[in-house]
């Protein structure tokens, strides 16, 4: 193993861990009062589903990185990409949680989306393997979307 696969690996699990501390206290409370839909599911898979998540996105910018030969001219899209889903990715709990804004929450997580079927497209030519590790993040994503949506329906910002 090398340095670099262990910090693109571990990298994303950085906002996590940091915006679980932020999940950790709304999701009891706040998250608990809203109406959600019958097929949400419960708070201890969250977890789980996000260190194979954040692992398989990780790795997968290690290879695309990898590939490309480091941070070359050839990388800034597909790089910047990730690099701006990751930051979408990361300001969802804060913008949902924190600032409990189902509306904005909606449509951050909907940008993700699109954020992140960008960057597996621009992925896919380089390292069908490193764009195929995305694949079980959008399908959680498409998802979590639809799950945001119903609790925007169901549960207006009280500050609209």
Same mark, same amino acid.
């Given at each position: ?42 708070? +201890? !898979? ?5 260190? =194979?998540? *954040? ?5 997968? $910018?290690? #290879? ?49 989306? +699109? !954020? ?5 497209? =621009?992925? *896919? ?5 490193? $764009?195929? #590790? ?27």
């Amino acid at each position: 193993m090398s340095l670099p696969m262990i910090g693109f690996t571990a990298l994303p699990h950085v906002g996590g861990i940091l915006g679980g501390f932020i999940r950790r206290r709304e999701v009891y409370t706040w998250y608990a009062s809203l109406k959600k839909p019958s097929w949400c599911p419960p708070n +201890g !898979a969250f977890p789980v589903v996000w260190t =194979s998540l *954040y692992t398989g996105m990780g790795y997968g $910018s290690y #290879l695309i990185w990898k590939e490309l030969g480091g941070f070359t001219e050839d990388a800034v899209v597909p790089m910047g990409l990730y690099g701006l889903q990751l930051a979408l990715n990361w300001a969802s709990v804060p913008l949902f949680f924190g600032a409990h804004s189902q509306k904005w929450g909606l449509i951050e997580i909907v940008l993700l989306d +699109g !954020a992140i079927g960008a960057t597996m497209l =621009s992925w *896919y030519p380089i390292n069908r393997t490193a $764009s195929l #590790l995305l694949a079980p993040y959008l399908a959680w994503m498409c998802y979590t979307t639809a799950i945001r949506y119903c609790i925007w329906r169901d549960n207006p910002d009280k500050k609209e």
